[in-house]
């Protein structure tokens, strides 16, 4: 026992790398959000989802999505797996022990038979020298975190999906809305010119181009009345509900945060929830590859078994105390060969590791970019859309009147109105683009977090 222990503390004077901790690579993140950067710490991220959107329905909405939702239950039970294999690895440090009890009759040549037994209790420990047990528990514990961020990136996609869903079905309704209020004038518009050609101040050709261009809005209607079954559709679907009605408000009722902070980039490595878990999927590589630097070193197992036996030389009943103890050292000779290519394999998944968590703090950036540069050039564009509705309002209003008490022919009148219409939907969707890219701003930067939750 002596020399085992010997040639034990010799191998871990060499074997230090197994108990190395991880630690963060560095990571460049200046510059990450491009024009969007900013010095200040605050982000719109931190920002609770029942905070961010101040629409009582879509409150509900949401709240419903995060009870019911499939995919996110499904999440929270691979954070329960991930919970059990990490007690699992924890529980790995102590002995195990087991209750083995055996028993024989036998009989030879019509002897009278004779009965053996014994009902040992036998243990075995592994001794963790070389980390083998501590790096499969750190890694066990990187794949719960882990398993937890996953869970935290479904949820914070979920809000985003329930709420872009919810200003889709807003901005249909309003275009559904002015395209309604445009048919009626539409229509009014047709009789109009019905009774001008009774009075010879019109012809055929205008009052078939009038119904043409009005029964083409009437058939748009039909397509946003598909639409908007659709993205309600779409919607219960998250809710896991049977396709039904949702209940909803208005897009000219819907309140925003003005200040889209977006904070420092460095604060990616903490909030968003993608970024995480491919960090925690780094460090389990990180453990891994310690790991398989322990393969290369002694095994030490600890063994035992006490109980009660009449199974020994001329013991017979009743039986007597059974006591046992003994020590193993395994040393790979053979297959310490595989042991070090399982060793580079390791090394180059870890290396393959740190690309994914760098290219994921990348993909962050950008997003965060991307969402940021939407939303503010669909508010550049409220101002400039405004003033061409007020210009296009006044042109129909012209052109109607010119085309009543002068020569203008009804061609113009329609261009100018069908320009009218094409705008109000384009100022609708503006309007959608902003509250769209406020969104993906918000989950871009790891909103929807559980504040009050701490790691394990």
């Not at 020399?3 to 010799?10: R, T």
């Not at 200046?30 to 710490?41: N, V």
């Not at 036998?106 to 963790?128: C, L, R």
């Not at 949820?155 to 009626?184: G, H, R």
Request: aromatic letters at 8%; proline letters at 3%; one cysteine or more.
């Amino acid at each position: 026992m002596k020399k085992i222990l010997i040639i034990c503390l010799a191998a871990a004077m060499t074997s230090c790398g197994i108990y190395k901790n991880y630690s963060r690579p560095e990571i460049q993140t200046d510059g990450l959000y491009g024009t969007a950067e900013t010095a200040d710490s605050t982000t719109i991220g931190d920002i609770s989802w029942q905070e961010m959107f101040s629409d009582p329905y879509l409150r509900t909405i949401i709240a419903r999505a995060l009870e019911n939702n499939t995919d996110l239950q499904s999440a929270q039970w691979r954070v329960k797996e991930a919970e059990a294999t990490l007690k699992s690895a924890r529980l790995a440090y102590l002995p195990s022990f087991n209750f083995a009890p055996q028993g024989s009759i036998s009989s030879f040549d019509n002897a009278p038979a004779s009965k053996t037994y014994s009902i040992p209790v036998t243990a075995s420990w592994q001794i963790d020298i070389f980390g083998g047990l501590t790096n499969a528990k750190r890694r066990a514990k990187a794949l719960y975190l882990q398993s937890r961020e996953y869970e935290q990136a479904t949820k914070t996609q979920l809000i985003a999906s329930v709420a872009n869903l919810y200003y889709t079905l807003l901005m249909l309704d309003s275009q559904y809305e002015v395209t309604s209020q445009t048919a009626e004038k539409w229509e009014e518009s047709i009789r109009t010119m019905r009774a001008m050609k009774e009075a010879g101040m019109a012809n055929e050709a205008g009052v078939a181009q009038y119904e043409g261009s009005y029964y083409a809005i009437v058939a748009s209607l039909r397509d946003i009345e598909y639409s908007i079954r659709e993205a309600e559709n779409s919607l219960c679907t998250i809710l896991a509900e049977a396709p039904h009605e949702i209940e909803r408000g208005r897009l000219d009722q819907q309140q925003m945060p003005v200040d889209l902070a977006v904070g420092v980039p460095v604060q990616m490595l903490s909030n968003r929830p993608d970024v995480r878990s491919a960090e925690y999927s780094l460090m389990q590589a990180f453990y891994a590859t310690n790991a398989a630097r322990s393969a290369l070193y002694p095994s030490i197992t600890l063994s035992g078994s006490a109980g009660w036996t009449n199974n020994a030389g001329t013991i017979i009943n009743p039986g007597k105390l059974l006591l046992s103890a003994a020590g193993s050292l395994l040393q790979p000779i053979f297959n310490a060969g595989m042991n070090r290519a399982n060793l580079k394999i390791a090394k180059a998944q870890q290396e393959e590791a740190k690309l994914s968590f760098e290219q994921t703090l990348l993909n962050a950036g950008a997003e965060v970019n991307n969402a940021l540069t939407q939303c503010q050039m669909a508010r550049a564009k409220t101002d400039v859309r405004s003033k061409q509705i007020e210009a296009l309002t006044r042109a129909v209003e012209s052109t109607e009147y010119l085309m009543h008490y002068s020569s203008t022919t009804y061609l113009e009148v329609l261009t100018a109105e069908q320009s009218l219409l094409s705008a109000q939907l384009s100022q609708i969707a503006d309007r959608f683009d902003e509250f769209q890219g406020i969104v993906n701003l918000y989950q871009a930067l790891g909103g929807g977090r559980d504040l009050t939750t701490e790691e394990k």
